[in-house]
């Protein structure tokens, strides 16, 4: 399982998103010509420093095959929305691609300040794990996330924690360990206004990111993505 740092970033567009999690999962910003829910691939910290959305390929890519792939990510869009408790969207890679964000609250995946895995966390990422059996050319990177409540190094470490344990358990559901990023960014990325009880329950969450990986590219460019 691989670990990415932060990578100063200028110029990009500001990720914010407020959430319900309870209940049913819910699908937003799919469809080809939806607008994309998170900015160019990276999100924001006001420290200036960003976390990346899957890893760039170093050439520019063409707009057919940015369609081929934009296509495929929304179908799995559509297919992860049917997972409890979690908020499924299409945003923006660094290389311009459409990519697929699934978000837990942790109060779903996790009991206060712990980074066990509920049962019931469990069976949805299992669920989660099943669906990306027949996506195997793409990257899955999570990112863990808490309020401000607290030293930052303690959420640092939470957030990692977090992060790192819903990676492993993907890792023991079938999904190959050098496909999945895992880092925590403490509450350096909130969704929602940490002044508030509702705001901090928001930011205290779980991202997984859906990217395509160089395999599923040179795959859109050939015409042979199915």
Do not use: W
Request: charged letters at 20%; proline letters at 1%; aromatic letters at 4%.
């Amino acid at each position: 399982m691989k670990k990415i740092a932060t990578i100063v970033l200028c110029g990009a567009i500001v990720v914010g998103c407020g959430m319900s999690n309870m209940g049913k999962g819910s699908l937003i910003g799919s469809g080809a010509g939806a607008a994309l829910g998170a900015g160019i691939g990276y999100l924001i910290g006001g420290n200036g420093q960003g976390a990346a959305i899957g890893a760039a390929v170093g050439t520019a890519v063409g707009a057919g095959t940015g369609a081929l792939i934009g296509n495929k990510m929304d179908k799995k869009a559509e297919e992860l929305a049917a997972l409890e408790n979690a908020q499924v969207e299409t945003v923006t890679d660094v290389n311009g691609l459409k990519a697929i964000k699934v978000t837990f609250d942790s109060g779903i995946l996790f009991d206060f300040n712990k980074s066990a895995l509920k049962p019931e966390a469990r069976t949805q990422l299992t669920k989660f794990a099943t669906e990306m059996n027949d996506m195997k050319e793409t990257n899955i990177t999570v990112y863990g996330h808490t309020d401000n409540k607290g030293d930052a190094s303690v959420n640092k470490k939470i957030s990692t924690q977090r992060a790192e344990t819903v990676a492993k358990f993907l890792q023991n559901k079938g999904i190959a360990a050098e496909r999945i990023t895992a880092e925590g960014l403490s509450y350096d990325f909130p969704v929602a206004d940490n002044s508030t009880a509702e705001g901090r329950a928001q930011n205290r969450r779980v991202e997984i990111y859906i990217s395509a990986n160089e395999e599923m590219i040179k795959e859109a460019e050939a015409g042979t993505l199915k």
